[in-house]
């Protein structure tokens, strides 16, 4: 729950629009420092305690893919690795060479696709419950937000008040999802199955193209 008179979650980001890849794309973005880029889940663009806290030292911009939030209907890109194309366009758009490269579920797969076509470019790479990972035939999380929180979290109780999905956009980011969803394990990611048997947050690898489990943060030599 929100402490009284303490401000929302990611009050102090900014919005902005650029245009890449033939796309409208929306972003947030807060601090000052070496830039950070945040790639969201299947939800969607939420800014929460946790972006705040990395603004401290970081300069993130959270971008929001094309097809989720209040972005037009995305029926052009067909797989993962074209999203990830549009997404380094993106970055690319706002003037970023080198950054730091962050992914939450659905997200931590679009990063990991970014990160190996733009070896050169990821400075360090976190994965947040990467969908590049999960059990085989595995479902996709689904239910009210307070289901997702319980089932996605280990304390959903600390989180800010998720608001109702919009129906509409939650019917065109479901299919959009289950389109550029891919395997459940993808060969073409070459993530070795020590990492999938252990899980851990977040891995280092001492460059970009061959991860090797750890347990601190995915950086490049």
Request: charged share 20%.
């Amino acid at each position: 729950m929100q402490a009284e008179g303490k401000p929302a979650a990611g009050a102090a980001f900014k919005e902005g629009h650029v245009d890449a890849d033939g796309f409208r794309i929306r972003y947030m973005e807060a601090g000052q420092g070496p830039p950070l880029i945040h790639l969201h889940g299947a939800g969607g663009l939420r800014l929460t305690p946790g972006h705040d806290l990395l603004s401290r030292q970081f300069h993130v911009i959270a971008l929001e893919m094309p097809g989720f939030g209040q972005s037009s209907e995305n029926t052009r890109t067909q797989n993962m690795p074209e999203l990830a194309s549009t997404m380094g366009r993106t970055i690319e758009a706002l003037g970023i060479d080198k950054f730091n490269l962050m992914g939450t579920s659905f997200g931590g797969k679009t990063a990991l696709w970014l990160a190996l076509q733009h070896k050169e470019r990821v400075l360090a790479l976190v994965l947040e419950a990467p969908a590049a990972i999960r059990p085989e035939g595995a479902e996709a999380p689904s239910g009210s937000p307070e289901e997702m929180a319980r089932r996605l979290y280990a304390h959903p109780e600390r989180l800010p008040p998720i608001p109702p999905p919009d129906p509409a956009v939650q019917a065109k980011t479901r299919k959009l999802v289950a389109r550029l969803r891919g395997p459940d394990r993808d060969a073409d990611l070459n993530v070795s199955s020590p990492v999938s048997r252990r899980r851990p947050s977040c891995w280092l690898a001492p460059s970009i193209g061959s991860f090797r489990p750890t347990w601190a943060t995915f950086t490049r030599s």
